[in-house]
């Protein structure tokens, strides 16, 4: 197919593809509730070719927990066979420091980022790392409140891991500040960061490292399809990987695009990115 062709539904390409590699936040859910034809998306591919889904997200947290989170929301088992996050590969690194002394940024629900991880909660001036995993209150702060903070944090020479690299996240109707927020702006400061998730090879290795086994064979690039609403994560993690990308355009980027195939294709341009297809939601 085309590259940049809009299409309507899923199984216009499903036949296409052994694997799929999906995003979660903005394609599954919206951060309160489930999108159901999306589901429904996901659970047809699995049964009609018997081919394995798993999920892959920037959620800063272990996958046994966005496995919880997801069945509060309504996203049935069914539509997946395991899920990859930029939490379990932040653990993985953390695993690999002895002993680590952490300065930790994000709220207290992201504690089990660092569950099986030998480590101490430290203040600036003792830690070796700082680990950011989102703003401590998204509710009321944004990025340009850390600014003064940074510039102390800079000081120390500390390298900043960015367990979740979005910049925004929708959150029902509206679009809230995430950790690659943070990571950018310490990075534009002078700061050292280090990012594991989407759009980076990290996660992806460990994704497709699940989706041969439940593949039961290794899977070529060309037989996967990485399904995604961020162009700088979703879309540009999988151009980089050299694996096909649906965009979803109903997503973080839909007050840009307005449902125009014309405004898609110009931005896609304009960003350097290729997809295969494009739709608004995910649907079947």
């Not at 003792?126 to 401590?136: F, M, Q």
């Amino acid at each position: 197919m085309q590259q940049h062709s809009p299409i309507t539904g899923l199984s216009q390409i499903a036949d296409q593809f052994n694997g799929i590699l999906c995003d979660v936040w903005g394609v599954l859910h919206n951060g309160m509730s489930a999108f159901p034809a999306a589901i429904e998306a996901l659970e047809t591919y699995k049964a009609n070719y018997d081919r394995p889904v798993v999920l892959i997200t920037n959620a800063p947290r272990p996958s046994n927990e966005i496995e919880e989170h997801l069945r509060s929301l309504g996203v049935p088992r069914t539509c997946y066979d395991s899920i990859v996050s930029s939490g379990d590969v932040v653990q993985a690194d953390l695993r690999a420091i002895d002993h680590a002394k952490v300065y930790h940024i994000g709220p207290k629900k992201n504690h089990s980022l660092f569950h099986g991880v030998s480590f101490d909660f430290v203040e600036p001036k003792e830690a070796d790392i700082i680990v950011c995993s989102g703003l401590n209150d998204r509710r009321v702060e944004e990025p340009e409140d850390y600014r003064s903070h940074f510039e102390d944090l800079l000081t120390l020479d500390l390298t900043l891991i960015c367990a979740n690299p979005d910049i925004v996240a929708e959150q029902g109707d509206k679009l809230v500040w995430c950790g690659g927020a943070l990571a950018k702006l310490y990075e534009e400061m002078g700061g050292r960061v280090v990012i594991t998730g989407k759009p980076f090879h990290p996660i992806y290795d460990m994704a497709r490292a699940e989706l041969n086994v439940h593949a039961g064979k290794p899977l070529g690039t060309h037989e996967i399809l990485a399904i995604g609403d961020g162009l700088p994560t979703d879309i540009k993690g999988a151009n980089a990987q050299g694996i096909s990308a649906l965009f979803l355009t109903d997503g973080i980027h839909a007050a840009d695009l307005e449902g125009n195939s014309e405004a898609v294709v110009k931005m896609l341009e304009a960003e350097g990115m290729q997809v295969h297809s494009f739709m608004g939601r995910l649907s079947w």
